[in-house]
């Protein structure tokens, strides 16, 4: 059973600071989600990587899948308040014949002001 | 512009009580999820459908069950609740399989078994 493993847990910050949250595997991922999850609410796709090396740019994050697609990076720049949450990071796996999402643990992120 | 809408938002129930979870969706998904989200633990799937009539297990299906009698619908049923329960359940829905489709989730249904 592939494992993804997600670090740091958890990880409090201030306000402007610069952060870098990671993503593991023991196998090779085929394609993988970033998604980021407030409290109360359901997680929202953040982006998808799918090429090896991939650098991907949604305002201030920075994603990045290795070269291997063993692991990937999500780089927050000048972290704000509303970067709170939960990060969540999914493998797409096909067992039975049918694809699902494997979910790491996720990174807890909060931001002071 | 609803997406993915699950009832109730909160509940408690006693051991060994019974209850639906209800999940509906209005992007005419064929494919719909059932997920639970443990402290520390990520999201584990417990049920899948790839259309209406079609379920499977997905990673902890043991203590629920579901139906697919709809595109839009997908309740998950708990027939003897324990405390083991005791979750935030996720509903999503997608386009289509595959790692490039974005999964839709609904806001959670918070769970306590006491």
């Known amino acids: 059973t592939q494992l993804l493993e997600q670090s740091p847990q958890f990880l409090s910050i201030q306000e402007g600071e610069n952060l870098t949250v990671y993503c593991n595997s023991s196998?090779?991922?085929?394609?993988l989600q970033w998604y980021r999850q407030e409290p109360g609410e359901g997680p929202v796709l953040l982006v998808t990587?799918?090429?090896?090396?991939e650098v991907k740019k949604l305002k201030r994050l920075t994603f990045q899948f290795g070269d291997a697609r063993k692991d990937s990076s999500l780089h927050i720049t000048a972290a704000q308040p509303g970067d709170t949450g939960l990060y969540l990071c999914a493998e797409n796996t096909t067992s039975g014949g049918y694809n699902k999402l494997i979910f790491g643990a996720g990174t807890r992120l909060a931001v002071h002001p | 512009n609803a997406g993915v809408t699950q009832t109730p938002k909160f509940r408690i129930l006693k051991i060994g009580q019974s209850m639906t979870l209800q999940c509906a969706q209005d992007?005419?998904?064929?494919?719909m999820y059932w997920y639970r989200q443990d402290p520390g633990m990520g999201l584990k799937l417990i049920y899948y459908s790839v259309g209406a009539g079609i379920t499977d297990k997905g990673e902890v299906p043991n203590g629920y069950n579901v139906s697919r009698s709809t595109t839009e619908d997908f309740p998950l049923r708990l027939e003897l609740a324990a405390p083991s329960q005791t979750s935030v359940y996720f509903c999503?829905?997608?386009?289509?399989?595959?790692?490039?489709?974005?999964?839709?989730f609904g806001d959670g249904t918070r769970l306590s078994i006491l």
């Open positions: 990587v799918v090429t090896g090396g």
């Open positions: 196998s090779v991922f085929s394609s």
């Open positions: 992007m005419n998904h064929n494919y």
């Open positions: 999503a829905s997608s386009y289509s399989w595959g790692g490039k489709q974005p999964q839709h």
